[in-house]
């Protein structure tokens, strides 16, 4: 490993003027998967905010494996999340898949997130580097560890230090989640890099009854923070919404979390 190595002590993002990854703080990332429409972003958004969310999650443009699934709004989505932001005050965490699209997404995002699919499409995090913004940086769901410290190497070594590192699930013999939630990986990583690091279980289980306990589990193995799939409950959503826990789950899932990284 470069510059990410953990020699002092662990670093603090600062993703917007109101809020910074790491440095203690436990960080709330929530928001639908993708974004559909006005009213569902705004209705999620101020759910979120009001449920202890730090940041609001947003797909815009979807890594969708079938290319018949819906693919996001594309730029109309990063409108309604650039006004989605600045209704709540949450700063915006969304994908960029195509290096054609940087500019746009880092023109509203506070913090570009790099997804699986992409974890080792190299030319791509460079690009995503050279905008200076912080960048989310998925796990590949079949990367080794080092292998996906190394793909943060990347943007490390283009120079961007601003760096989170997201545990999303791998691969593995399970089937009855949709990836593994590798939360080895969690103290391990914090053991080797100086990045925080923010797990996803919602894209790990693909379930939502799971969520819930694997956030919590986050929490204890160490993470700086969880980033989580939430629609307003009876919302058909267009992307992944068997994932998707409601705006009073995520409440007191927040609610609980926190009180327990308190106690501890
Ligand atoms: C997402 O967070 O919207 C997403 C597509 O996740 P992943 O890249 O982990 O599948």
Known sequence: LGSLAATGEPSAVRVSDRWTVG????????????????????????????????????????????????QGIGKDGLDLLRDASAATGLGVVTEVVDAAHVEAVAEVAHVLQIGARNAQNFPLLHEVA????????????????????????????????????????????????????DISAVPLVKGLSHLPVIVDPSHACGRRDLVAPLAAAAAAAGADGVMVDVNQEGHVALCDGEQAITPAEFGALARRTNRMLHSL
């Open 130 to 181: 050279l905008t200076g913004r912080p960048v989310l940086l998925k796990r590949g769901f079949g990367c080794t560890v080092p292998e996906w410290l190394h793909s943060a190497e990347y943007l490390l070594a283009a120079g961007n230090g601003d760096v989170l590192l997201c545990e999303r699930g791998v691969r593995t013999l399970g089937n009855s989640t949709r990836f593994t939630l």
């Open 23 to 70: 440095g203690g703080r436990f960080t709330w990332i929530a928001g639908p998967c993708a974004v559909e429409s006005e009213a569902q972003l705004m209705s999620v958004a101020r759910d979120v905010r009001d449920g202890g969310a730090h940041l609001l999650r947003g797909g815009a443009f979807k890594p969708r494996t079938s290319p018949y699934a819906f």
